[in-house]
């Protein structure tokens, strides 16, 4: 079948929006931490978008920073969107005592430092973080 | 339409110049790797085995390259002349290089039996891909950044650049001076993997042997150097669809694009 010449960059054009549309389809967890088994009580996860989250390596780190945090019970990280989402017992936390505890200086094992600054949360459930 | 695909490399190019350039003053999160096809493969192995990827890559990545192994089945290579920001610029250093050396192909000083191409050309780009495709599914790591010539044009001096990898993107270019399109032909991964499924693609371009008068003119404004005017067909998983060569044809007919297996 004869095919007009504007058929490509329109099939490049489609193609391309596809790619792009379907990555929202797929998320998959670059890393998922539990915590140490928290008491009962309701739950909440807040999603957080933080900056130095870019990678598997670096999720796991910011997912260290949380586990000594009290109420605290789940860390799934999506390193691709830099998105950290932390679920936690209300009763006993909440996101500004949680983005405290992953902003905090970070062990550096190779190095046996603490570094500060690693982590920055920019926003909390959509909305930019305050200073 | 070459003045279209013009301004789609154009586009693309700069897109990705500025990604580059926000990611680097940290005004943007995503940097230039997110959007490329060949990280989508390098990480699914981390993925299928770990159920995580590999570092620096995301879903982006896989959801681009699922797109373009689509894109590739019906419109063969068509990312590459349209959408991939390193083919503009080496098909940019091709036209420099046949306008400084005043020649008439983008063949450049490399002559050698069709044949013999061909298999240099299988050869080369799949060892390039095995060796990256084993070193960082071994690794979880993109391993491979400071030689990528797309990292280290377009990362605007990201992570695992060095001065020795501004060294290979400049004989890069060099080489692609005297053998135009040298990287896409003999040494991209993503070309690799792209051109089986490039050479069953359904759209291609066919001559018409009573409207075609031989005069060569698209075998001339082929950036891929190839042979245009003398199958009927061009079948080669090579082709990208820019059309350089309907665009150069001066006899209305003699060349035109067909959706194979849709009927005639
Ligand atoms: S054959 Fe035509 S469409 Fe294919 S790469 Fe060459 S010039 Fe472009
Ligand atoms: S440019 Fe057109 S007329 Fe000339 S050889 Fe090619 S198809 Fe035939």
Known sequence: ?131 | MRRLRFLFQVAITVAAAIAGVRFALGWARTSVETYCPFGGLETAYALLARKRFTCATGEVNLALFVALVGLALIARKAFCGWACPLGAVFEWTGRLSRRLFKRHTFQGFWSIPPRVDAALKVLLRTAVTATILAASWATGELVFRGYDPYYVLFSAHGHDVRTWSYGILGALLALGLLVPMAWCKYLCPLGAVLWPLSAVGRLRLERSEEACTGCGACDRACPQALDVSGPLQVRSGECTLCLECTGACPTPGALSLHLKGAGR
Request: aromatic share 6%; glycine share 10%.
């Open chain 1, 1 to 131: 079948m004869k095919t007009p010449p504007w058929a490509v960059p329109a099939l490049v054009v489609l193609f391309a929006a596809l790619g792009i549309g379907g990555a929202r389809l797929l998320a998959v967890p670059s890393v998922v931490r539990d915590y140490a088994p928290a008491g009962p009580g309701p739950r909440r996860t807040v999603v957080l978008v933080v900056d130095g989250v870019k990678c598997t390596d670096t999720a796991e780190r910011a997912a260290n920073q949380l586990k000594d945090a009290p109420g605290v019970v789940r860390l799934v990280a999506y390193a691709s969107r830099n998105r950290l989402d932390v679920t936690f017992l209300p009763s006993v936390t909440d996101p500004a005592a949680i983005r405290a505890a992953i902003e905090g200086p970070v062990y550096d094992e190779s190095s046996g430092e603490y570094l500060f600054g690693v982590y920055k949360v920019v926003e909390v459930d959509g909305v930019e973080a305050g200073k």
